[in-house]
């Protein structure tokens, strides 16, 4: 055999093992795709993040519709900060639960890398989104109840109708802002929040300080009620507040409320409840629900709750007055706190159905306060004057209700809620 031969043997068996190598990859590509079309179509309805985005990304490659849901655990720091990890993950667990429930043939639901938040892959079928966010919320807020334990939390959900994983999350951060109305992502109202996330992880980490105080009735010494205020890193929550965005104020508010209503809880206080509330808190459509959400899942019945109104700039008025209406017949008492006394106070009385009045030492000593108490005795409006001195003649103070002693709390991490 010469060279020739000898080289032409040599480039057929190479041309041979290409063509083999080839063949093989083509099966291998056959039977990887083919695994992985099998993989994708037995696929839980309930999966792992990793897996979810592998799914998301087949259904893009099959040009299918759909819509993408992000379901927020609203606070879950909270939870976290009062009961052991093992109650939180059966929590979180019973909520991605029940959002699988609700999902059609093809489905999907996951955890995303923030343990608060979960995922939807909705096969788009000619439904309402925002109809759908607002089922998935209802599922969402189902209550866990488990060896005395009692969590039941609201939520925040936002929907687009493609992959579109970072403006997804700018309509969730819009959904919070709005305490948790349902969200349809729209690129010109939600741009990207470096500020929300910064107030996200500073509110985390703050350092809260819940300062109730017992209120007696003057006359009649039998009514009992708790006066409640938060301080923030020492400051007071108005002030803190005040510091914050305007469209960031009510959702931060209202989990210095949820706050409250937590540590009460856990700590078996049943009474009449203060809770501090921004005017401007009032202008959110879903207030209501929220504010009833939070209560009732602590445990506290509407009709023994007091909302301390601060005074703050409002836009919509029409719907701050809507609401107050609304919790007034709720059997909720709405009470002003005072922080000057003008003749705007009466307007303002009158206009937001005020039946109690609060006041402190400085406005005790107003030139004024002898009007503004005449007019509230004659108005039968209650006054309640803030202060932590002794020995004071109460009788004489022509106010009906004086805060006292200062509530003992045991603020520590919990195992067991109210039985």
């Known amino acids: 055999m010469d060279e020739l031969q000898k080289s032409l043997i040599g480039f057929g068996a190479i ?135 009692h969590i039941r939390k609201s939520n925040s959900i936002s929907v687009v109708d493609k992959n579109d994983l970072r403006g997804l999350s700018n309509a969730l951060v819009s959904s919070v802002r709005h305490l948790g109305e349902p969200t349809l ?3 010109s109202k939600h741009p990207f929040s470096e500020e929300y996330l910064s107030l996200a992880d500073k509110l985390k980490s703050a350092k809260l300080e819940l300062k109730s105080t017992y209120v007696e009735t003057i006359k009649v010494n039998k009514t009992k009620e708790v006066y409640n205020e938060v301080v923030i890193n020492e400051l007071s929550m108005l002030n803190f507040l005040n510091k914050l965005p305007n469209i960031d104020q009510a959702w931060v508010n209202m989990y210095f409320v949820e706050y409250i209503l937590n540590r009460l809880y856990l700590n078996n ?8 509330v921004l005017l401007s808190s ?29 005074l703050s700039t409002v836009k919509n ?51 004024l306060i002898p009007e503004l108490l005449y007019f509230s005795k004659v108005n039968h409006i209650e006054v309640l004057y803030q202060t932590n001195e002794k020995n004071l003649d109460e009788h004489s103070l022509n106010v009906t209700h004086i805060t006292k002693d200062l509530v003992e709390l045991n603020l520590d991490k919990q195992k067991r809620g109210r039985k």
């Open 317 to 367: 008025e029409e719907q701050v007055i809507k609401n107050i209406l609304i919790l007034s017949n709720l059997g909720i008492k709405i009470s002003l706190d005072l922080d000057d006394i003008n003749q705007s106070i009466y307007n303002q009385i009158q206009k937001y159905h005020i039946k109690r009045i609060e006041v402190d030492k400085v406005l005790m000593n107003h030139s």
């Open 269 to 276: 206080i049943y009474a009449t409840i203060s809770l501090p």
């Open 282 to 310: 009032l202008e959110s459509d879903v207030f209501v629900d929220y504010l009833e959400l939070i209560a009732k899942s602590n445990q506290f019945l509407l009709e023994n709750i007091v909302i301390s109104l601060k």
């Open 185 to 187: 992502y729209d690129t």
């Open 15 to 149: 041309i041979v093992s290409i063509v083999l190598v080839y063949v093989g990859l083509l099966w291998y590509l056959k039977v990887k795709r083919r695994m992985n079309e099998n993989k994708m179509l037995t696929m839980n309805l309930v999966i792992k993040y990793k897996s979810f985005l592998e799914y998301l990304a087949y259904q893009d490659k099959k040009n299918r519709n759909y819509y993408l849901f992000l379901v927020k655990v609203n606070h879950l720091n909270l939870v976290e900060n009062s009961f052991n990890d093992h109650v939180v993950r059966n929590y979180l667990t019973m909520v991605v639960k029940e959002l699988s429930v609700y999902l059609p043939f093809g489905g999907k639901v996951a955890q995303t890398n923030q343990r608060d938040t979960f995922i939807i892959y909705y096969p788009a079928l000619e439904e309402d989104p925002i109809i759908l966010g607002k089922q998935f919320k209802m599922l969402a807020q189902k209550t866990y109840h488990e060896n005395g334990v």
